[in-house]
């Protein structure tokens, strides 16, 4: 169930490599990367073409392994560029198949070497990607672990990209080395067939690195996701709503969790900057809305604080006219946290009251529960066996000082 993976000491790995990565720059970027390092400009469209095939459609990591790039392009890309995907620190695999991995990226800048969590939930017919923006969150809603952990720095584009493609080579998502080269690599029937930006951290805090890595993930040539496989969960960040319709044009979901302002303002303390007649109004003229593009409207059941009947009602007066589906989501407790799930037959009766009035209401299966799937579990957990090793190493080296 949980598998640790065999890692060096940290301090080994907190070196950043010296090569710059191709992995999470635009075409554009690309380009002006080849242009750097002294490719001819009538030459930077087919190399760029044939670079974002080969790390997207195909998932090489290495160079020498892009076989219709001439022998002398491929030394001079490698000894300039990078393809390495994050390092996994651990990887937790559920009874259900859900699967957890902690990543570790290397430091930038003078900071330090950085850890999120990761999640892929096989369901049938379709395996979604649970992906992260940032390192911790500043949002603090009271039943999310990850609120418990300090912001330390945005996820860059290469970073959130690197996530998707580390799951695809988990999961043995990417052709195998015998498809020729220049064949059609299906978009249809991939593990990995939908991406929800619902991991650590509040995606519209992290706007153009998180634009950037959507608009790879959705690329045709490329991960080839369809933009209605892609949703980004925003807990509210209003202003941002707008552009995220227009320049992403992905899928749309809000962490609701309440019906009232004084409750919302405990649960998702962002709710006091932007009110949810202010968020809503955002939704209704999310740009794209229709029938066929509806907004998920996501909905933590908890005992007692926001699950009664009256609750139900409101929540369909409050989404009127709005084309809309709730995800009813039992809530996935944590250590140390206050909240409770709520009972099934609460459960059922909300959302039996939800869809009387027309909504979807679907109940989110609960999954990865014996691996603590909430996100920002096993981040933790990870810390606190360093911080451990930590106080042992410094005991023991005041033993030796004592000796």
Not at 184 to 195: C, D, F, H, K, M
Not at 251 to 268: G, T, Y
Request: charged fraction near 25%.
């Amino acid at each position: 169930m949980t598998a640790p993976l065999a890692t060096a000491p940290a301090a080994a790995r907190s070196t950043v490599s010296e090569k710059p990565s191709l992995i999470g720059l635009s075409r554009e970027g690309i380009g002006a990367e080849l242009e750097r390092i002294g490719v001819e400009r009538k030459q930077i469209r087919m190399r760029t073409a044939q670079l974002w095939n080969w790390m997207y459609a195909r998932g090489v990591t290495d160079f020498a392994d892009m076989l219709n790039v001439s022998k002398d392009m491929r030394s001079t890309l490698e000894s300039a560029f990078t393809l390495k995907r994050p390092e996994i620190v651990a990887e937790q695999v559920s009874e259900d198949g859900t699967r957890k991995w902690l990543m570790r990226f290397p430091a930038r800048g003078a900071g330090r070497p950085v850890e999120i969590e990761t999640v892929y939930i096989p369901e049938i017919g379709r395996g979604t990607l649970c992906v992260s923006s940032q390192v911790g969150c500043t949002l603090t809603c009271s039943f999310c672990h990850t609120g418990t952990q300090k912001l330390v720095r945005n996820l860059t584009a290469e970073e959130i990209v690197g996530q998707i493609l580390v799951a695809r080579d988990r999961l043995g998502d990417f052709p195998d080395a015998t498809t020729p080269v220049g064949a059609a690599v299906p978009s249809e029937g991939r593990l990995v067939s939908n991406i929800v930006m619902m991991g650590m951290g509040e995606p519209l805090y992290n706007f153009d690195n998180v634009k950037e890595a959507l608009l790879i993930a959705s690329d045709g040539e490329g991960l080839s996701l369809s933009k209605r496989r892609i949703t980004l969960s925003t807990s509210g960040v209003v202003p941002m709503i707008p552009r995220a319709g227009e320049e992403i044009g992905s899928m749309l979901a809000i962490s609701l969790h309440a019906v009232r302002d004084d409750l919302r303002d405990l649960l998702v303390p962002l709710n006091k900057k932007y009110p949810i007649k202010e968020l809503l109004d955002a939704c209704r003229n999310y740009p794209g809305l229709s029938n066929a593009r509806r907004i998920t409207f996501e909905y933590v059941m908890l005992k007692d604080v926001n699950d009664s009947p009256a609750d139900a009602r409101e929540l369909v007066r409050l989404l009127k006219g709005i084309p809309a589906k709730i995800n009813l989501i039992p809530f996935n407790p944590w250590p140390g946290v206050n909240y409770q799930c709520s009972d099934w037959e609460t459960i059922e009766t909300f959302s039996d009251i939800v869809n009387r009035a027309g909504y979807a209401s679907p109940i989110r299966t609960p999954r990865g529960r014996d691996i603590l799937a909430a996100c920002g579990q096993l981040k933790s957990e990870s810390e606190r066996m360093r911080a451990r090793e930590r106080l042992a190493l410094e005991a023991m080296m005041a033993g030796d000082a004592d000796e």
